[in-house]
């Protein structure tokens, strides 16, 4: 009820009016992972250099900048549709609340509301210059709520990413340049141009596996299987590859714990019909 009511009450957002949707020969697929939104820190080097800043703020800015670069990609590569992934690991505090007690800022559901409705006004803005098709992964380890201390799974379907969806729903429901889609597996499945594309959380041990493992499955070749959490891609045949996007927040103190560092960053993928994956633009978000 806190939820619907905070919801509810707050201002309605200034939506773009209804705009003709385009054929194309061109696709592409905004790939976000990994905010761990509500943490704040700085990791430093071995010359008290600043590796990485994080916090609520930072994330504000990232994401603004992000929004600039989409549009100038969007419009130099002539895109009229836009298809955002949103790949999981967007709270932070849920997992691991022993290392994260003391650098959180607000509340669990207070954190996944002010997130969402951040969301949802990111997306609002982005509408104004391109159409987005929103998609959400259901289930991904940071939003999975592990209730009186039950292990990881399970309560799978106890996930903050519904109420993200649900509140990016509200939100932009009076939106006619947005689209928020829901796969009933939890992954996201989206058709670009003709290739068939997925999206997972992406903690798999082998994406090559999974992208198997998930055409068998679902009795349907996918082209190309989409995920955060690691920070390398895998070519696997002809327009047939594993993508594994960067994250918004950058190192942290665990990735440093295992001595691995990558930039901040996120992913737009350029589909063409007839060539697959024909451009991969990463955007430096540090």
Not at 19 to 38: M, P, T, Y
Not at 271 to 284: A, P
Request: charged content about 20%.
């Amino acid at each position: 009820e806190g939820i619907y009511d905070a919801i509810s009450n707050l201002v309605p957002l200034d939506v773009p009016e209804i705009r003709e949707l385009s054929n194309s020969n061109r696709g592409a697929v905004l790939c976000l992972a990994d905010a761990h939104f509500n943490t704040e820190f700085e990791i430093k080097g071995l010359f008290g250099e600043v590796l990485n800043s994080y916090s609520p703020e930072i994330f504000y800015q990232r994401m603004w900048y992000l929004r600039d670069k989409v549009k100038e990609i969007v419009q130099r590569e002539n895109i009229t549709n836009l298809t955002v992934f949103g790949l999981g690991d967007d709270n932070d505090g849920i997992l691991r609340l022993t290392d994260n007690l003391f650098k959180l800022r607000w509340g669990i559901l207070a954190s996944t509301l002010i997130y969402a409705n951040f969301l949802a006004e990111w997306i609002n803005e982005v509408s104004k210059f391109v159409n987005v098709n929103l998609h959400m992964v259901e289930d991904s380890n940071h939003n999975q709520l592990r209730i009186c201390g039950a292990p990881k799974n399970a309560f799978k379907g106890e996930n903050l990413s519904k109420v993200i969806v649900h509140t990016i729903r509200a939100r932009l429901g009076n939106n006619p340049c947005v689209t928020v889609c829901e796969n009933p597996t939890g992954y996201i499945y989206k058709n670009v141009v003709g290739y068939n594309v997925m999206g997972i959380h992406g903690e798999v041990k082998s994406l090559k596996d999974a992208l198997d493992n998930l055409s068998r499955l679902y009795g349907l070749r996918i082209d190309y299987l989409v995920g955060g959490h690691m920070h390398h891609s895998e070519e696997y045949g002809f327009d047939c590859e594993g993508i594994s996007v960067g994250s918004i927040i950058g190192i942290d103190s665990y990735s440093t714990s295992l001595m691995r560092s990558s930039n901040a960053s996120a992913t737009m993928l350029i589909f063409e019909e007839g060539n697959g994956l024909v451009t991969k633009h990463t955007i430096k978000l540090n």
